[in-house]
């Protein structure tokens, strides 16, 4: 059974930087194209970062495009977003997700940008 499991959430003041990371388990993580997903309670789901299975395409949600950087390492299994400039706005729970919405799901990680 395919596993996803984040880390490096936490609370953050405005302007400042965390890493997420995504641990991947029981599946092979290198055919498949991995995201950054963020959703607060009562909306709906945003897909903040793209990478594909080879790290040669990526994409950004305009609202992050800039501050935030996506990457992979295929061999150690794991998936990173370097989070800079941190706004109140970004606050949410972030999900690391493979092959889609049919696909693996983490857990969540919360990040809160608040002063």
């Known amino acids: 059974e395919g596993q996803l499991v984040e880390s490096g959430g936490g609370l953050v003041q405005p302007g400042g930087s965390l890493t997420l990371s995504c641990a991947a388990s029981g599946f092979t993580f290198g055919i498949h194209a991995m995201s950054w997903v963020r959703q607060a309670p009562g909306k709906g789901p945003e897909w903040v970062a793209v990478i594909n299975s080879g790290g040669t395409k990526i994409y950004y949600a305009d609202s992050v495009k800039g501050r935030f950087t996506i990457s992979r390492d295929n061999a150690k299994n794991t998936l990173n977003l370097q989070m800079t400039s941190l706004k109140p706005e970004d606050t949410d729970v972030y999900y690391c997700?493979?092959?889609?919405?049919?696909?693996?799901w983490g857990q969540g990680t919360q990040v809160t940008v608040s002063s």
């Open positions: 997700n493979a092959g889609g919405l049919d696909g693996y």
